[in-house]
């Protein structure tokens, strides 16, 4: 059974930082490409970062770019999103995504999300 476990999330004021983690199990880890992707209230999901599985290539969204870094450990199937600069507008819940890059799949393809709220 595929499962993404996402941690990390909270409360953080604007210019703060935090790190999601999503540990994965159920699937060869680093065979897949693996994405963040956002769903703020009110509006529909975006995609912020992937990375590939093999060579570990990574893509961003513009509106992240240059403040979030995505990596991953394969040796212990976790994927990671460092986030700097924080801005009320990265509220949102954040879910670890397997598959696809640069794209939103279908929610089978996440995890539960963890919840990012940006606020002082």
């Known amino acids: 059974e595929v499962q993404l476990v996402e941690s990390g999330g909270g409360l953080v004021q604007p210019g703060g930082s935090l790190r999601l983690s999503c540990a994965a199990s159920g699937f060869t880890f680093s065979n897949w490409h693996m994405s963040w992707v956002r769903q703020a209230p009110g509006k529909g999901r975006e995609w912020v970062s992937s990375?590939?599985?093999?060579?570990?290539?990574?893509s961003y969204a513009g509106s992240v770019k240059g403040r979030f870094t995505i990596s991953r450990d394969n040796a212990k199937d976790t994927l990671y999103l460092e986030m700097n600069s924080l801005k009320p507008e990265d509220t949102a819940v954040y879910y670890c995504?397997?598959?696809?890059?640069?794209?939103?799949?279908?929610?089978?393809?996440w995890g539960q999300g963890t919840q990012v709220t940006v606020s002082s």
């Open positions: 990375i590939g599985g093999i060579g570990g290539a990574t």
């Open positions: 995504q397997r598959g696809g890059f640069g794209v939103v799949l279908g929610a089978q393809n």
